[in-house]
């Protein structure tokens, strides 16, 4: 059974930085295609990046393209998400999620992490 765990999140003023950290546990995680979702208060979870599984390949929302670096490191089982020049529209529960069972890297439907809030003030 594969564990989760985000981390990272917190109080931001606009303009500022956070990195997420999404630490695998169970597995290897060169195995799954990883990739964060994040769902803003009182909307739908909603895709934010992906990772291919050994991090040659990324893809990004239209709302992060240059601003969200998604990257992996296999050796540490570790997911991370560098969020910079963050807007208030950036408050959100941010999870990860790891599948592996995709023969997609980006279309992700795997299992989830509890969440790590980010909240970012104008």
């Known amino acids: 059974q594969v564990q989760l765990e985000e981390s990272g999140g917190g109080l931001v003023q606009a303009g500022g930085s956070l990195r997420l950290s999404c630490e695998l546990s169970?597995?290897?995680?060169?195995?799954?295609?990883m990739g964060w979702f994040r769902q803003p208060p009182g909307k739908e979870r909603e895709f934010v990046a992906a990772v291919s599984w050994i991090g040659t390949n990324t893809k990004y929302a239209d709302s992060v393209k240059g601003r969200f670096t998604i990257s992996r490191d296999n050796a540490k089982n570790t997911v991370y998400l560098q969020m910079n020049s963050l807007k208030p529209e950036d408050t959100a529960v941010y999870y990860c999620?790891?599948?592996?069972?995709?023969?997609?890297?980006?279309?992700?439907?795997?299992?989830w992490g509890q969440g790590t809030p980010v909240t970012v003030s104008s």
């Open positions: 999620n790891a599948d592996s069972r995709t023969s997609t890297w980006y279309h992700l439907d795997g299992s």
């Open positions: 169970g597995r290897s995680l060169s195995a799954y295609a």
